[in-house]
Nanobody, 123 residues
Framework: QVQLVESGGGLVQAGGSLRLSCAAS????????MGWFRQAPGKEREFVAT????????YSADSVKGRFTISRDNAKNTVYLQMNSLKPEDTAVYYC????????????????WGQGTQVTVSS
């Protein structure tokens, strides 16, 4: 089992950047593929990016491709989401999630979730 805690959210102007972090407990972090998802008010939770256990490969949603980068540091039990060129439509609660299945795109594949961190992008 793994516990996840996100941090790094906040308020930023359009065009700005933020880096989200997700710290995982336990000694088996490197066994888990990790994902980032987001949920805007009134909308379903959606896939943002995922990364395999070793860090390669990674996959991103078309809506963030070229702007967001997922990475991980297995020595620090942490996964990151670097978000550049932020847009107001990126406003959402961002969640990290863990799975033993492998890099995956659907919420149902991930049994472990953090509590979320709010990202607000002003225009």
């Amino acid at each position: 089992q793994v516990q996840l805690v996100e941090s790094g959210g906040g308020l930023v102007q359009a065009g700005g950047s933020l880096r989200l972090s997700c710290a995982a407990s336990g000694r088996t972090f490197s066994s888990y593929a990790m994902g980032w998802f987001r949920q805007a008010p009134g909308k379903e939770r959606e896939f943002v990016a995922t990364i395999s256990t070793s860090g390669v490969p990674t996959y991103s949603a078309d809506s963030v491709k070229g702007r967001f980068t997922i990475s991980r540091d297995n020595a620090k039990n942490t996964v990151y989401l670097q978000m550049n060129s932020l847009k107001p439509e990126d406003t959402a609660v961002y969640y990290c999630a863990a799975t033993l299945v492998g890099a995956a795109f659907t919420t149902t594949t991930y049994p472990y979730w953090g509590q979320g961190t709010q990202v607000t992008v002003s225009s």
